[in-house]
Each structure stands twice: as structure tokens, then as C-alpha cells.
């Protein structure tokens, strides 16, 4: 149908009268009727973005802009609207939806062109503060789209307007406001002279509790968008940071201000940063401190509690990324996070049997292992003898993904292999015991996940010696049974286990002597594990396993028909005679015939490149369904 429109436009079936009939319904006074016309909107402006051909689009031009005039009637709020609306109010999920789509298809009238328009529709003293409130909001996101290098004067006047609002504004007003300001900090960062009034602005909403939220996540974005310039201000940031708890912000405010913060610290010098981060740490530390002291979760007057202090502290590891010499002798980030580790050791140690707390420190050290890379080789050996305790003590699987990092990090360093397959034989008892309980498997996915992540990542690092480590032939028989699951992240981390175990043979970064002994290992282990890791597929794609996994399945047999395609030839032969013979049991029904299974074998094995066994296996699984 849309063809017509693009082919053939305002002609025949692609007359524009039946766009006119879709622009009505989205002015109906009911916003549900105008979302139901969403779908066409979208689709319409793939095809014409897919088109590149902006003759077509001005043919269009005057419809989109229509649409996005009649939107913003449709996101206005009501005169007598006095508070700001809770985020998943239907009306508030509405109008986020609407943005969405404004953004898609502005690109067909031009950014500006629209941001003009729109601006044109508020200006003057007589306009109401709602239409003025929706045209702002749905400014905010035609803004991201413009040109940061234009200098068209509506763009300042619009933001000289936006930060001279008088403070007794409607609070919804400036709520959108500081929106629009967040999201043309791109465009603000290439005309600083208007930096100094916007941070101005924003400084005077953190004050206002009702306002102090959404400022803050302004300022992260103008701290994104213009990092080099507020480096100046690095020491006003901090303020902020530090009475962020006083001004009434939501914890997500305060993560994204600590973004914001860390995004201007990493372009300071690298002798500044040491310091400052330790002041950003410290607003975290003192009250983890005495959670943990007091060995409280939270605080009784409803202040911090511990999961908060360690995502501020994850935001600040996460976004700090100094620039750093090659062959320096330290990281700038180092000796902060050397003085954590002790704090943080003894929060894990502490809250060890709460689930959420353990799930943040691992997360918080995931990030400190990825700001530091190779300089926290200082932390690794008591970080992994940690892990291995606590989860002997509480098998958290937020504990095996930690691990996961600690050798994606480290297993390429001769140093560290030993102490990691250490580490990994630990480890994994306590997991095969969880999961060998009854329906072990089926209550315990994120350990399936997670426990495979880690092999994975073995695989990829230091693949000799887990081909080599005492516990391979547990790990590839709970790989096995777990190739039932039906959890997709469970499922899907298993399968990428064994894909990873096949293309091993692939990695010539190591020495032919290594690549050599991992081959007669990995012959080894198909010898063993080849015919039932070929069953298993079959199997499961014949017994009613989610169609998402039939990509995923059929990628381990191509990797197998790569490494001997006789070899697979036998081992699908033998497993799809255990299918038939499964299949005349008695009370067995038969699905599929001999000649329709020759036919999948000969797909499989003949198959040219993937997509031909994901296409067998689907059809495998269309003859027992």
C-alpha cells in the first residue's frame, strides 16, 4: 500500500486525500484515536527515509508538518493541570510516544524548518501556558536533530526565552523547558555565549525541589555536550554533587548528574583527576561507611541506603575514562579505587545473604575492573578469592558474571591464568550442585547464564587451559542438559558456549605450538561430546523448543559441518535414527517420515552458508509442530 504513496504519489491509490483522512483522525479529540494512526506515521517515514529522494519528501512536507502541528495539540494538558503528572500516568506514556514519532519523521520537513514553526506558534502574550508547554515539549525532540553549526536567530531567541522564564512559571512549563535545554546542548556547546545563562537557569531549577530531577539531568546532558567548556566549572559540579541528596533529587537524577560530572573530570588534567575523584567518591563512601559500620541496609530517617552508595559509585567508574599515557607507571583512577577496596570488600562480606546488594558491589567492581583495565592487577588475587568465598557461602550468579570480567580482563595474562582456572574449579562445584537439584535447571537460569558467560569468556582468553582445567567434563554435560532450557538468555548463553568451544580451532593470535595442542583438545572433547551435542540440537528443535533458539542451534552445526562435515554427517544420521525409534515407541506418534529426515540431513550437510541450516532447521521443527 505504501508503495502507491511513494511510487505514484497523489495519484491513483496514492492520492493524498487518504493521508488528509489519517490527519484527521490524528486531531481527534481523544489521544487514543490519534495513537492508532501511529503505526502508518512510522511505517511511512522508513519508506521515505529508505527513499533518500528529497523531492519526494517535499511532496510530503506539508502532511508531516500538518501531523506534528496537530501532535502538539494532542500533548497539551489541561488549564486547570497544577502538579507535574507521575511518569507512568497513560496521558505522560502518550505523550513520550508522540516524541518518539515527531523525531522519525521531522527529517521529511527539516529540523529547523519545523523548530521554526513551532516556535512561530508561541510566540506572544497572549498564547496559554499549555499550548506553550507542549510546543516546548515537542521542540525537545526535533532539537537533537538540528544542525549544531546553525545560526539561525528563532534557535537563540527561543533559548534566551527558555532561561529567562520567571520563577513563579507554571512548574510544567519549566519542566519541558529544561528538556528542550538538555537536549540542544549540542547546539549550545558550538554558541557558548549562551552557556553561562543556561547553566544560570539550571542552577536556579536545582533549587527548586520540584524541579531539581529534571535539572539535573539537563546539566548531564549539557555536561555531555559540552565537556571541554565546563571544565572551568568542574568545582561548581562538585557543589551540586554534593547537596544533591538536600535538593530533593530522585536517585536516577543524581546517577545521571555524577555522568555528567565524570564526562567534564575525564578531559581535566590527569594530576586533577586523582583528587577530584577522590571528592566525588567521598560523597558515596561516608554513608556506605556507616551503613556498613551499623550493618544497616538503609538509613531509618529514609536517606541512602547501601544499593544506592554503590550505583553512585559504579556512575563515577563507569564515566570517569582519563586519558591515559602509554606506559604510564599508574592510572589517575588507581590509588581512589586501591582506597576503596577495603570499604568495598567489607560491604559484599557483610550483606553476603542480601541478593540486590550483591548484585550492585558486583556491578560497582565490574566497573571499577573497566576503568583501571591492566592497573588493577593489585586487586585481582583477593577480589578472586572473594568471589569464590562468598559464593561457596551464597551462590549468587551475579558472583560468576563478576568472575566472567575478572577474566575478560585478565585471561590473556600468563600471570593470571593459573590463579583464574583456580578460581573457575572453585567455583563451579557449587553451581553443578544447585543446578542437579530437582527442576535445578528450570529455577536457576541466571546461574545457567552466568556460569556460561564465564566459559565463554575463558574461551575467548585463555581457551588451552580451559581445555585443560578438571572441570571441562561437567561443564560440557550440564551444557548438554541445559540445551533444553526454554530461558532464552539461559539458552542463548549455552548455545554461544559451545559456538565459542568450535570456533576456538579458529584464534591464531597465540603460537602454532598452542594452536596445535587446543586442536588435539578440541578433537578430544567432539570425540566424547560431539554425537550427543548433535542429538541434543535435533532433539530439541523436534521437541518443541522456542523458534528463537533454531538460530542459535543451527549455528553450532554449521560450526561442526566447519570442522568435519563427515563427521556431522554420521552424527546427524545416528540422531535422527534415535528420533524415528523415539518416535515408533509405543504411544510414540509419528511426525515425520524417513525420506522427509533424509531430506533435513541432506540440508544440513550440503548447507553453503548458515542461513541454509537455520532454514533446515525450521523445517525440521515445521514436521512436529
Known amino acids: 500500500f505504501m508503495d502507491y504513496f511513494l511510487y505514484s504519489p497523489n495519484e491513483g491509490l496514492g492520492d493524498f486525500n487518504t493521508l488528509t483522512l489519517v490527519l ?36 510530503f512536507g506539508p502532511h508531516v508538518e500538518a501531523l506534528i502541528l496537530a501532535l502538539c495539540g494532542q500533548c497539551r494538558f489541561d488549564d486547570d493541570r497544577r502538579d507535574v503528572p507521575d511518569s507512568q500516568d497513560d496521558f505522560v506514556e502518550f505523550r513520550n510516544r508522540t516524541v518518539e514519532l ?60 527558555v532561561v529567562s522564564l520567571p520563577a513563579d512559571s507554571h512548574v510544567l512549563l519549566h519542566h519541558s523547558a529544561l528538556k528542550l535545554v538538555g537536549q540542544l546542548s549540542e547546539w549550545i556547546n558550538c554558541h557558548s555565549d549562551s552557556l553561562e545563562a543556561v547553566l544560570a537557569y539550571l542552577v536556579r531549577a536545582l533549587n527548586t525541589p520540584s524541579l531539581a530531577s529534571e535539572a539535573a539531568f539537563a546539566l548531564d546532558h549539557l555536561c555531555q555536550g559540552c565537556k571541554k567548556k ?35 573530570l575525564s578531559l581535566l588534567p590527569a594530576e586533577t583527576v586523582t583528587t577530584h575523584m577522590q571528592q566525588l567518591c ?12 551499623s550493618r544497616k541496609k538503609k538509613h531509618a530517617d529514609g536517606g541512602l541506603s547501601v ?75 583477593s577480589l578472586a578469592n572473594q568471589i569464590v568465598a562468598v559464593y561457596n557461602s551464597e551462590p549468587h550468579s551475579s558472583l560468576l558474571y563478576l568472575a566472567s570480567i575478572l577474566v575478560d580482563e585478565y585471561g590473556e595474562d600468563v600471570g ?48 588451552l587451559a580451559f581445555f585443560r582445567s578438571s572441570v571441562l567434563s561437567s561443564i560440557m554435560e550440564c551444557a ?12 542463548a548463553s549455552v548455545c554461544k558456549f559451545i559456538y565459542e568451544l568450535l570456533r576456538s580451532r579458529d584464534n591464531k593470535s597465540r603460537a602454532s605450538e598452542e594452536i596445535e595442542a587446543r586442536l588435539a583438545q578440541l578433537q578430544k572433547v567432539l570425540g566424547e561430546f560431539g554425537p550427543t551435542i548433535v542429538c541434543q540440537v535435533i532433539t530439541g528443535c523436534a521437541s518443541r ?19 568435519s562435515s563427515q563427521a556431522l554427517s554420521d552424527w546427524v544420521k545416528s540422531a535422527l535414527v534415535q528420533l524415528l525409534a523415539d518416535d515408533s515407541k509405543p504411544g510414540g506418534v509419528t511426525r515425520a517420515t524417513e525420506e522427509q529426515l533424509l531430506e533435513f540431513h541432506g540440508k544440513v550437510v550440503g548447507a553453503k552458508e548458515q542461513q541454509d541450516v537455520w532454514d533446515a532447521m525450521r523445517y525440521l521443527a515445521s514436521l512436529y509442530n
Open 230 to 264: 565546563l571544565g572551568q566549572h568542574f568545582d561548581g559540579l562538585l557543589q551540586i554533587v554534593g547537596a544533591a541528596d538536600s535538593l530533593k533529587m530522585s536517585n536516577s537524577a543524581i546517577v545521571g548528574l555524577l555522568r555528567g560530572a565524570c564526562e567534564v
Open 480 to 491: 548438554l542438559a541445559s540445551l533444553m532450557l526454554h530461558h532464552r538468555e539461559a539458552h
Open 307 to 381: 544499593a544506592d552508595c554503590l550505583n553512585r559509585l559504579a556512575a563515577i567508574f563507569r564515566y570517569t575514562i582519563p586519558t591515559v599515557r602509554e606506559g604510564a607507571p599508574s592510572h589517575p583512577c588507581q590509588s581512589v579505587i586501591e582506597q576503596l577496596w577495603p570499604l568495598l570488600s567489607s560491604c559484599c562480606a557483610v550483606f553476603t545473604d542480601d541478593a540486590k546488594i550483591v548484585e550492585r558491589w558486583c556491578r560497582c567492581i565490574k566497573y571499577a575492573l573497566r576503568c583501571l583495565h591492566r592497573y588493577s592487577s593489585g586487586l585481582i588475587g
Open 282 to 293: 567521598r560523597f558515596s563512601f561516608v554513608p556506605l561507611q556507616e551503613l556498613i559500620s
Open 102 to 161: 515527531v523525531y522519525d519523521i521531522v527529517f521529511v520537513v527539516g529540523s529547523l524548518t519545523c523548530f521554526k514553526k513551532l516556535y512561530s506558534t508561541i510566540v506572544g502574550s497572549q498564547v496559554a501556558w499549555p499550548d506553550v508547554e507542549a510546543a516546548l515539549y515537542v521542540m525537545q525532540a526535533i532539537a537533537k536533530r538540528i544542525n549544531t553549526e546553525c545560526h539561525d536567530d528563532a534557535i537563540k531567541q527561543l533559548l534566551q526565552s
Open 416 to 463: 593470571c591464568i593459573e590463579g583464574l582456572i583456580e578460581m573457575l574449579q572453585a567455583l563451579c562445584p557449587v553451581a553443578f550442585k544447585l543446578l542437579s537439584e530437582d527442576d535445578g535447571l528450570l529455577h536457576n537460569p541466571d546461574t545457567v547464564d552466568d556460569l556460561y558467560r564465564l566459559c565463554s569468556r575463558f574461551l575467548q582468553r585463555a581457551p
Open 24 to 59: 484527521e483522525c490524528a486531531k481527534h479529540q481523544d489521544y487514543e484515536v490519534a495513537e492508532k494512526t501511529y503505526n502508518f506515521w512510522y511505517r511511512l517515514s522508513e519508506r521515505l527515509y529508505q527513499r533518500e529522494d528529497t523531492g519526494i519528501w517535499d511532496l
Open 545 to 563: 523448543l522456542p523458534s528463537y533458539t533454531f538460530v542459535d542451534l543451527g549455528d553450532i552445526l554449521w560450526e561442526l559441518g566447519r570442522f
